[in-house]
């Protein structure tokens, strides 16, 4: 072997390290050697530059120093500093030190690094009088210890940064995907040999566009690190800067060799993630060779010219946070695939493998990536008459027969036959039927009836779930199973179609994280209560619009309000403030610091015919409100306070936690109360205890028992109540 050939690692996501080894051979690479995870090869400096410049699937590049004894630390430290760093190090460099895996005498990553570190500082103030300055960030040389049982690895990490970051993303979406897994997934699909014959590449759910441009750079030939401004190399004493000059020069001229040629088609329903994948293409540098639009899988049309490939990645549950709607979504781009497509190839990547049972279509290759900690599966299909599963069985029907999922419908049959008539009886359209029965199937599951008469039509029911986010003890993958498990039987036994479930991960809030929009769908329905209607969503909030389980809260406001001049404080989209006017209040005031839920709670009131100037509303920090209308005294009979359990938003002054600050809440509230009226004071905290003490002079009757409805019997401590008098 010759002395320019050298030892090298190359890292790749796990599943594309054999693409990256089909790179590395075209780079000129000999004796390459793939791992699940990395690729191990030989090759001159020119073959380490190049895979650099031009690998479209590595993640870090590492030019191996050799392995040391890694038995104990001072092992190590020895090893560290017996080596000459002069060879590697100039001096005034700068240097930084990484470490990954481990053993028994090295359990941290970070003593790793130290070690290394501080043998290579030793070594270089014994040899030159000097240590190196410590720059964490771009350093001049990086250099990598990898720690595997008795033996370390030493490197210098020539990449610097990690490869799959190009530069051209600024905004990625919610779950993007990596630069170097979608290069990966296109080069596994052969889009190279398509683009040369003449084909197009189509993503129909393009997010923010990453495949898109991934595929334009492979097809302008252009290297995916050319505009990159730095690597762990440049400073390096072995650097040959007028060969790397040489490469990036070569690679420029390649890159404008080939007219640009708009083969590359992308649509998303969403506005915003069009928006962004022009903009990513654009930062590439490949937009002329994207034509992206606006449109939903049903008005995808193939488009004219030789057959090509349509790759994509669409959502599987996590990056959205819902499962409900995707089996549907996945059939319905299997129909598109099927009926607009035949003759192409397809390359599906998606995180939820048994969802891909809904495209009807029989996969040829199944291929294992991960996406940095999402395992995904890859799917290529030949579109034609034999690939078509006939008759193509939807993956609901595969998960509803699991023994637990019978058991979880069972329960739901149970709780629709004990409240079924209840509901009938007492009138009531939307209610709870399922709180968490079965611990292990934690979820709470609201059913939304037939909604607004005049709104209503065929299959208007809606099912609202939320899953409790299992606690990190649990094992997530069997508490996808579960969810996948209950969802699927869900529309089943509640008579709703499938794409009218809508479910939730919730987790404890902070701050004005309870009331945070989750997206921006701007989906609305309306629904009844108590002869009211409400416009609820069930997709861009953690919370619909409309709490269930203040349901006897409301109906008894409105009783109350029967000639009063009632204000509504936190009133959040004004449910209790509809209640009252339809009570007969002379007035209604509701205030929130929210505009989004003002204008919520003013459509409530037009929805239900109140369009009165008597009904106000106020943007406004309450407890600032509250302040500066004490000076105006007593002008209310009745005052609903609903605060949220704890926020801080920025329009606040200050933090409110209604355990903490209930009383003084309750005394500001008491001084805008007529001497015979009354203050209704609500609050979800669970663990709250009211300061019965400090409040001693007033009447205050706890009525949380008698306002927990039937539906909300077993979380009994859903919300306390409080009914407040003058003594």
Same mark, same amino acid.
């Given at each position: 072997m010759s002395d320019n050939v050298r030892y090298w690692i190359a890292t790749a996501p796990v599943g594309a390290a054999s693409v990256l080894a089909e790179e590395l051979t075209q780079f000129g690479a000999q004796d390459v050697r793939e791992r699940s995870h990395d690729v191990k090869f030989q090759g001159t400096l020119e073959v380490g530059y190049r895979t650099c410049l031009w690998s479209?699937?590595?993640?870090?590049?590492?030019?191996?120093?050799?392995?040391?004894?890694?038995?104990?630390?001072?092992?190590?430290?020895?090893?560290?500093?017996?080596?000459?760093?002069?060879?590697?190090? &100039?001096?005034? &460099?700068?240097?930084?030190?990484?470490?990954?895996?481990?053993?028994?005498s090295i359990r941290h990553t970070i003593y790793g690094s130290q070690l290394l570190k501080d043998g290579v500082c030793d070594n270089l103030r014994e040899a030159t009088g000097e240590?190196?300055?410590?720059?964490?960030?771009?350093?001049?040389?990086?250099?990598?210890?990898?720690?595997?049982?008795?033996?370390?690895?030493?490197?210098?990490?020539?990449?610097?940064?990690?490869?799959?970051?190009?530069?051209?993303? &600024?905004?990625g979406g919610r779950a993007p995907l990596k630069e170097n897994v979608a290069a990966a997934v296109l080069l596994r699909a052969g889009w190279p040999g398509i683009y040369e014959r003449g084909g197009t590449l189509l993503d129909p759910m393009c997010g923010s566009g990453t495949l898109l441009?991934?595929?334009?750079?492979?097809?302008?030939?252009?290297?995916?690190?050319?505009?990159?401004?730095?690597?762990?190399?440049?400073?390096w004493r072995g650097h040959d800067a007028e060969l790397w000059e040489r490469l990036r020069a070569e690679a420029r001229e390649r890159?404008?060799?080939?007219?640009?040629?708009?083969?590359?088609?992308?649509?998303?329903?969403?506005?915003?993630?069009?928006?962004?994948?022009?903009?990513?293409?654009?930062?590439?540098?490949?937009?002329?060779?994207?034509?992206?639009?606006?449109?939903?899988?049903?008005?995808i049309d193939r488009p004219k010219g030789r057959a090509g490939l349509v790759a994509t990645n669409p959502p599987y549950g996590e990056r959205i946070g819902a499962e409900s709607g995707l089996p549907a979504l996945y059939s319905e781009l299997g129909l598109t695939l099927r009926d607009q497509f035949q003759g192409w190839q397809a390359a599906i990547l998606t995180g939820n493998p048994p969802l891909a049972r809904n495209l009807g279509i029989y996969a040829k290759r199944t291929h294992r990536f991960f996406n940095g900690t999402i395992e995904c599966r890859l799917l290529r299909f030949e579109l034609n008459e034999a690939s078509e599963q006939r008759p193509a069985e939807v993956v609901r029907a595969d998960w509803s027969s699991r023994p637990g999922a019978q058991m979880f419908a069972n329960r739901l049959r149970k709780n629709l036959q004990r409240l079924n008539p209840w509901a009938e009886r007492e009138h009531i359209d939307c209610f709870r039927v399922y709180d968490a029965d079965m611990p292990e199937y934690a979820f709470a599951i609201d059913l939304y009836g037939q909604g607004a008469p005049e709104f209503a039509g065929p299959g208007s029911r809606h099912v609202y779930v939320q899953e409790y986010a299992p606690p990190k003890s649990v094992n997530q993958e069997s508490a996808r199973e579960r969810r996948r498990e209950a969802l699927a039987v869900l529309p089943e036994v509640l008579a709703v179609p499938i794409a009218h479930v809508?479910?939730?991960?919730?987790?404890p809030q902070k701050g004005s994280e309870q009331y945070e929009k989750r997206e921006a769908k701007a989906e609305r329905h309306a629904v009844q209560e108590g002869g009211l209607k409400f416009w609820v969503n069930f997709r861009d909030y953690l919370d619909t619009g409309l709490f269930l389980d203040h349901r006897i809260v409301r109906a008894s406001l409105r009783e109350w309000a029967k000639g009063a001049d009632f204000l509504n404080l936190f009133c959040y989209t004004g449910s209790a403030t509809v209640y009252a006017a339809?009570?007969?209040?002379?007035?209604?005031?509701?205030?929130d610091l929210s505009n989004t839920y003002l204008d919520w709670a003013h459509e409530n009131l037009l929805l239900n015919g109140f369009r009165d100037a008597k009904h106000e509303?106020?943007?406004?920090?309450?407890?600032?409100?509250?302040?500066?209308?004490?000076?105006?005294?007593?002008?209310?009979?009745?005052?609903?306070?609903?605060?949220?359990t704890f926020s801080n938003s920025k329009r606040m002054e200050g933090v409110l936690d209604v355990q903490r600050d209930h009383v003084g809440m309750i005394r500001r509230s008491l001084k805008l109360l007529r001497p015979t009226g009354r203050l209704v004071f609500s609050t979800n905290y669970t663990r709250f205890k009211l300061d019965a003490a400090e409040l001693a002079d007033l009447d205050v009757e706890d009525i949380s028992a008698q306002t927990i409805p039937k539906d909300f019997e077993r979380h009994a401590r859903i919300h306390r109540c409080f009914s407040v008098k003058f003594g």
């Open positions: 479209r699937t590595a993640t870090r590049v590492l030019l191996s120093l050799g392995s040391i004894d890694a038995g104990s630390a001072k092992s190590v430290y020895e090893a560290v500093k017996r080596i000459d760093w002069r060879e590697h190090l &100039a001096p005034g &460099a700068t240097l930084a030190c990484d470490c990954s895996g481990g053993n028994e240590r190196p300055n410590i720059e964490p960030e771009r350093p001049d040389v990086l250099l990598h210890m990898h720690v595997e049982g008795p033996t370390a690895l030493l490197s210098v990490d020539f990449s610097g940064e990690s490869l799959h970051r190009r530069g051209y993303r &600024a905004e441009t991934e595929g334009a750079l492979i097809a302008a030939d252009a290297a995916p690190a050319l505009d990159r401004d730095y690597f762990g190399f440049t400073g890159r404008g060799a080939r007219p640009a040629r708009r083969c590359i088609l992308g649509s998303d329903v969403d506005a915003e993630a069009v928006r962004m994948a022009i903009a990513n293409g654009e930062r590439a540098g490949v937009g002329d060779w994207l034509h992206v639009e606006k449109r939903s899988l049903r008005e809508h479910s939730r991960v919730r987790k339809a009570g007969g209040a002379r007035s209604t005031t509701s205030v509303l106020y943007r406004a920090d309450c407890l600032q409100w509250l302040e500066e209308q004490e000076p105006k005294g007593p002008r209310f009979d009745l005052i609903f306070v609903d605060p949220p």
